[in-house]
């Protein structure tokens, strides 16, 4: 990487840290480019079409449910010790993006949880916060999506319920637009995705602040 192209990363990483701290939220659009995305695409159809998707649930252990009204995502684990080769330059720069966060915000990331999600037409997630009650590790939810071309009327948008202060809301909505990326705080702000009317695809994790052993 050039040295102009390693600031200008940084320029971008410490807009997010800024954004993070003073709002919960930051979104960082051209995270991924297009070919990126198109060869992630890639995967996640050949994975679809081997089986390896699954009806997502909510909850963790012993409570694990699967619930049609609550959520209709398909998804498939990734692991991010040895990622799909697609993945691999997604990984990277999110790792690049820890450490920054790590070392300016003090954030104390040790691991992350990852999951390729899709959406069929009629696909919805009700608002949610992204912690369990007995577990909560995750500091920040980290989401990108795959889309080319995504309209408003294609649905699918990411709502999110940012508080206020004075104990109202304030919300704003985020179309899940190829190679767009976006980051909160998943034990602060509640979220949906709206129904979406074409296949919906992202990479879906957690930035968690403790290793977990299996
Ligand atoms: C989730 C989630 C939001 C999105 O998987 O927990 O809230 O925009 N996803 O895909
Ligand atoms: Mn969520």
Redesign the pocket.
Known sequence: MTKVTLLLQEAIYEQAALEIAEQGYSIIDGFLSAAEVDSILQAIHAEEANGSFSP?GIGQGAGFQRNRNI?R?Y?RWVNHAEPPVSCIPYFERLQALIRYLNRTCYLGIRDLEMHF?V?QPGGF?KR?L?VFQHAQSRKL?A?C?LNPNWVTADG?A?KLYLPREDGTENTIT?L?EAGRL?LFESHAIE???EVAHRE?C?I?GWLKDEVQFF
Do not use: F
């Open positions: 997502a959520r995502d998804i999600a959406y997630y949610h992204d939810s989401i999506y699918g990411l985020v899940p976006i979220h949906e995705v919906r992202s879906t």
